[in-house]
Structure formats: structure tokens, C-alpha cells
């Protein structure tokens, strides 16, 4: 299984960035899909996740109204529409594949069976 992110870049705030993550290896579709990031220093956290069949979708509170995730389970690849970037959006970002359809564990990373290797997004002040 192999989930690659890419998109990140160094970007100035109110700024926009997609970020994509394209899977193989596994029967995408039956895949719950959620971006996590990570400050230097600081711990993991959860972004967003999208159901197997992308009609439910979860958000971090800090992250509402400014990030989008989308899926397209011909492609095999998730997405994360990230508009009005501020400096604390700072992180690297991984994307991550769940087998649970719930979205009540979609939260926690511990939930997920593979990750990808991350890939950085910069915002500038």
C-alpha cells in the first residue's frame, strides 16, 4: 500500500494550496480518507476525513469554512482544498487510510491503517 501526498509548498497567508494524496495498494473506495498534520514540537493532529463514499466529511474546528476535502474514488486520490492559510496552518501534512466507517473514530490517528510520508506546507505571515 502506498499513499503518496503532494501539493504542500511555501505559500503567503490568506493564500490558497491543494493538497493531493494518490493511493494504490488498496481497494480505495472502502477507505475512509483523513488529513493529519504536524507542528515542530507539537503532536499530530487531526485535519479532516471523508467517508468511503465522500458524502460525510469531518473538520477540526480551526479548519472550518477554510478547508475543503474531497475525494475522487476513480482516481484513488483525496484531496484538501486549504484556502485563507494562516501562519499556525504551518505543519506537515499526511494524509491516511481507515477501514472503520465511522465517523466518530475518524478523529483519532490510531484509527488508521496506513499513512503516507507527508508533505510540507509552509504559510508565511
Known amino acids: 500500500v502506498q499513499l503518496q501526498a503532494s501539493g504542500g509548498g511555501l505559500v503567503q497567508a490568506g493564500g490558497s494550496l491543494r493538497l493531493s494524496c494518490a493511493a494504490s495498494?488498496?481497494?480505495?473506495?472502502?477507505?475512509?480518507m483523513g488529513w493529519f498534520r504536524q507542528a515542530p514540537g507539537k503532536e499530530r493532529e487531526f485535519v479532516a476525513a471523508i467517508r468511503r463514499s465522500g458524502g460525510s466529511t469531518s473538520y477540526t474546528e480551526p479548519v472550518k469554512g477554510r478547508f475543503t476535502i474531497s475525494r475522487d474514488n476513480i482516481k484513488n486520490t483525496v484531496y484538501l482544498q486549504m484556502s485563507s492559510l494562516k501562519p499556525e496552518d504551518t505543519a506537515i501534512y499526511y494524509c491516511?487510510?481507515?477501514?472503520?466507517?465511522?465517523?466518530?473514530?475518524?478523529?483519532?490517528?490510531?484509527?488508521?491503517?496506513?499513512w503516507g510520508q507527508g508533505t510540507q506546507v509552509t504559510v508565511s505571515s
Open positions: 491516511a487510510a481507515s477501514q472503520r466507517d465511522i465517523l466518530s473514530t475518524v478523529r483519532n490517528p490510531t484509527t488508521y491503517d496506513y
Open positions: 495498494g488498496l481497494s480505495f473506495s472502502r477507505y475512509t
